[in-house]
């Protein structure tokens, strides 16, 4: 069973900068990519941002550039900068990860952008 467990969410001030790590309890390198998607409130799941293994991204307009992915393939980790954060960026932000080996996601992590 491969399990995603996301950390780092909590509360930050408008500006302010935080770092959510996703922890892969298998090998990254088996997906085809692995992304970050938040959900705010009364909305849908949107995507964030997300890396494909040939190292291309992708990412949402709303992040404007402030939002940045990377991996560590030794660690089997995935991390996403945030930067400049706005009171619209507060949503449970959840970790996944898919490819031919199947599709999985973490349980989320919250991010409330505040003053």
């Known amino acids: 069973q491969v399990q995603l467990v996301e950390s780092g969410g909590g509360l930050v001030q408008p500006g302010g900068s935080l770092t959510l790590t996703c922890t892969v309890s298998?090998?990254?390198?088996?997906?085809?990519?692995v992304g970050w998607f938040r959900q705010a409130p009364g909305t849908e799941r949107e995507l964030v941002i997300g890396?494909?293994?040939?190292?291309?991204?992708k990412s949402a307009d709303t992040t404007d550039g402030r939002f940045t992915i990377s991996r560590d393939n030794v660690k089997n980790t995935v991390y996403l900068q945030m930067y400049n954060l706005k009171p619209e960026d507060t949503a449970v932000y959840y970790c996944?990860?898919?490819?031919?080996?199947?599709?999985?996601w973490g349980q989320g992590t919250q991010v409330t952008v505040s003053s």
């Open positions: 996944k990860a898919w490819g031919s080996v199947g599709t999985y």
């Open positions: 298998t090998d990254i390198s088996r997906f085809t990519a």
């Open positions: 890396l494909i293994a040939t190292g291309s991204t």
